[in-house]
C-alpha cells in the first residue's frame, strides 16, 4: 500500500474557542513551567481565555514569553492603583442600541461581547456589554440610531470581537449596513491572528462585493504571534478588503524595546498588513504593570524612524475620554 499522508485537519474556529486554556494551572503544564514561575494568578471576573494554537507559540519554560505575559492573570491586577479606573476612557452607558458615536464621522457599533481570548490589558475588560450590545432585534436599534446620524461615513465594528458573531449574524449586519448611507464598514478583531481558523471561505465572500469599502485591522502586539497559518488566514482575507492595518498596544515586558517593535512591523509586512497604530496603555483597573511611559514611547519611535521606512513605522497615540479622535503623541 502507498503511504498516503493523513489530510490535516484544524478545528473548526468554534472548537478552537470551546476548547481553549481557561486553567491558569493548565497552561503552566502545558509550558513546562513550575507552578510558582509567575506566582499566584489572581482571580477576578476576566478569567483567563488562550485558544490552544496562541499557547503553542509560546516559548517553553519561558515565564518571561511576550504571548504567556499578554494573557496571564497576574496577582497584581488586583490592586487598586491611582489613576486607574474600571471605564478608562469614559464610554460606559453612552452606546445607544450598541451605537457609540465618539468621532467625528465614524460610529463604533458594539457587535459583540465576546473574544476569542482575554487580553489583559483590555480597556475592555469591565465593560458591560448585556446592557450595550447592537445584536439584538436584527440590529434594527442600531441601524435606526444610523440614520439619525447622516454625518456617519464610517462604522467600526467592535466589541468585544466582531468575528465572534457566526458568518450568518454578520452577514446579516452587513446587508443592513449596505443599505445605509456608510462608504466605509472598519473591523477591529483579534480572531485572524489568535484564531485563524476563523478566516473561512465564507467569511472571505461575505467581505467582498459590498457597496462599501471593508477595512479590517488585526491587533497584535508581538511578531511571534505572526505564524505560518496566521500568515496563511491574512493572505486569504487581504483580497476582498480596502486595507489591512494593525494596531498594537504598547506594553511593559512584551514589547517595549526598539527590537521588538522592529521585529513586528517587518513580520506584519510579510505577512502584507501595515502597522497603523502603537497605542499607549488605556488605563484599565488591573492593567498597571504593562504601562509604559510616554517619553519611552516616544523614543521607541524615533529609533523605529531610524531603522525602517516611514510606511512600517506605527503612528503612537493615545486615546483620551471625551476626544474626538485620538491623540497622535509622536
Ligand atoms: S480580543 Fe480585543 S476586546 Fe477582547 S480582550 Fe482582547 S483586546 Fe479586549
Known sequence: MPDVAE???????????????????ELLQLLDLPAAALGAAGSTPFTLLVPRSFVARMRKG?????????????????????GFSSDPVREQGLAAHGLLQKY???????????????????????????AQLAARADWSGAIAELAKAPDVREVILSGGDPLSLSNRRLGDLLARLADTAVTTVRIHTRFPVVVPERIDDGLVRLLGGRRFRTVVV??????????????????????????????AVLLKGVNDDADSLASLSERLFDCGVLPYYLHLLDRVAGAAHYEVDEATGKKLIAELRARLPGYLVPRLVRETAGQLSKTPIA
Open 62 to 82: 519561558d515565564a518571561n514569553d511576550p504571548l504567556l505575559r499578554q494573557v496571564w492573570p497576574f496577582a497584581s491586577e488586583l490592586d487598586a492603583v491611582p
Open 7 to 25: 489530510p490535516l485537519v484544524r478545528p473548526s474556529w468554534q472548537e478552537a474557542v470551546r476548547t481553549a486554556v481557561r486553567d491558569p494551572a
Open 218 to 247: 488585526v491587533h497584535t502586539n508581538h511578531a511571534n504571534e505572526l505564524d505560518l497559518a496566521v500568515e496563511q488566514a491574512l493572505a486569504a482575507l487581504r483580497p476582498p478588503l480596502g486595507a489591512l492595518l494593525n494596531q
Open 104 to 130: 467625528a464621522g465614524r460610529a463604533l457599533l458594539i457587535a459583540s461581547g465576546a473574544c476569542p481570548i482575554h487580553c489583559r490589558y483590555c480597556f475592555r475588560r469591565e465593560f458591560p456589554y448585556g
